[in-house]
Each structure stands twice: as structure tokens, then as C-alpha cells.
T-cell receptor, first 115, second 113 residues
Framework: KAGVTQTPRYLIKTRGQQVTLSCSPI?????VSWYQQTPGQGLQFLFE???????NKGNFPGRFSGRQFSNSRSEMNVSTLELGDSALYLC??????????????FGPGTRLTVT | DAKTTQPPSMDCAEGRAANLPCNHS???????VYWYRQIHSQGPQYIIH???NNETNEMASLIITEDRKSSTLILPHATLRDTAVYYC??????????????FGRGTQLTVWP
């Protein structure tokens, strides 16, 4: 099975712009979660989608949003970029059994640099 | 979800067993212990999880104490490729925080030749 794929792998944007990141989960997985990783804050949970519905949201401002499509692919969007949004954005997918979502499979991440 | 405490760093000689401890003294009965690792610049990798009993897979063994307040991840024959940050995470497999992993600072394991 192919793993979790994320595009693009690297991105450079300027302050004030917006960005959309994409994640394709492992085939058959219905849950997709997003995380932000920075040297200062470590790995932080952004949100989780399951069957096109946002199930859980972390403590991030409304500039961070996401969605999930019927094929389980997910996108996250960050509007009005700030320098502090520079980070590695990771997507993880997990299998369909209800409740067994601690076992997550991560993609390689998108490295976003805001200048 | 219960908080976990891990040593910030450990080292281990190649070929020897690496034993990584984790304290989760506030764990409740329906919470599982999960271990992940992150090799530099890659996404985290799931290793193993358990509830009460010891677990083993092709990557590692997980030993959970009888009172469930601590656990140890064992890499039986560490290699240089096992150098990574190891995260111990305690989560419920049911309920409103499903799918939400709380990563602390983890333990930086360095395997030396």
C-alpha cells in the first residue's frame, strides 16, 4: 500500500499571503489529522477529519482551516500568513475502525517558510 | 488524556538493548499507551501500543507495569538507524479526543557505534 502523501513538500510564501496544503491518506483510511511542528512548540495538533466532518480541533486561530473530500483526501488552508506560521505541517491518516485512531501513519510533511 | 514524563535524552551502544522509560502516573483505565518515533526531518512513525499486557512486534516490545503508571519501550538490538526522538503518548481510544495525539518533548535516543 502507498503511504500518506503530502504536496507540496516545500513552500515559500510571504507574509499576508494564503497557502493550501494537500494530503492523500492511505487507501481505505477515513480519518485524517493535521499537525504543526516548530522547534519552539514541538508537534501540535491542528484538527482531525473523519468522513468529511471535522471531529476535533486544536488551539489554533481561525486563519487555520481544513476540509476533507469524499475520497478522504484533505486540504488545510492558512490565510494571512505570519512569520510564526513557518513550520513543518504533517498529515496523518488512520484506519476506519471506530475508536482505533491512536495508530496513525504520517506523511513526510510540507515545509512552509514564510518570509 | 494523561500526561507523560520521559527523560530528555538517552544513549545506547549499537547492538545493545535500548530501554526507554515513560511515566504516566495519572493514566485511567480506558487509556492506552502508544509509542511513536521521529527520525530527523521525517514524519513520526507509529511503533507499538498497549493497554495492560506486554506487547511485542517486529520493531519493539512494550512493557507496562501492573499498576499501569509507567511503561518501557525496548528496542532489543539497537542500530544506528534507531537514532530518533521517541514519544510516549497516552490516549483514549474512544470519546471526544479521538485522533488527537499529544506529543510532548519525547526522548532523544542516540545510538553510537
Amino acid at each position: 500500500k502507498a503511504g500518506v502523501t503530502q504536496t507540496p513538500r516545500y513552500l515559500i510564501k510571504t507574509r499576508g499571503q494564503q497557502v493550501t496544503l494537500s494530503c492523500s491518506p492511505i487507501s481505505g483510511h477515513r480519518s485524517v489529522s493535521w499537525y504543526q511542528q516548530t522547534p519552539g512548540q514541538g508537534l501540535q495538533f491542528l484538527f482531525e477529519y473523519f468522513s468529511e466532518t471535522q471531529r476535533n480541533k486544536g488551539n489554533f486561530p481561525g486563519r487555520f482551516s481544513g476540509r476533507q473530500f469524499s475520497n478522504s483526501r484533505s486540504e488545510m488552508n492558512v490565510s494571512t500568513l505570519e512569520l510564526g506560521d513557518s513550520a513543518l505541517y504533517l498529515c496523518a491518516s488512520s484506519g476506519g475502525e471506530a475508536g482505533v485512531r491512536g495508530e496513525q501513519y504520517f506523511g513526510p510533511g510540507t515545509r512552509l517558510t514564510v518570509t | 488524556d494523561a500526561k507523560t514524563t520521559q527523560p530528555p535524552s538517552m544513549d545506547c551502544a549499537e547492538g545493545r538493548a535500548a530501554n526507554l522509560p515513560c511515566n504516566h502516573s495519572t493514566i485511567s483505565g480506558n487509556e492506552y499507551v502508544y509509542w511513536y518515533r521521529q527520525i530527523h526531518s521525517q514524519g513520526p512513525q507509529y511503533i507499538i501500543h498497549g493497554l495492560k499486557n506486554n506487547e511485542t512486534n517486529e520493531m519493539a516490545s512494550l512493557i507496562i507495569t501492573e499498576d499501569r503508571k509507567s511503561s518501557t519501550l525496548i528496542l532489543p538490538h539497537a542500530t544506528l538507524r534507531d537514532t530518533a526522538v521517541y514519544y510516549c503518548i497516552v490516549i483514549r481510544n474512544r470519546g471526544s479526543t479521538l485522533g488527537r495525539l499529544y506529543f510532548g518533548r519525547g526522548t532523544q535516543l542516540t545510538v553510537w557505534p
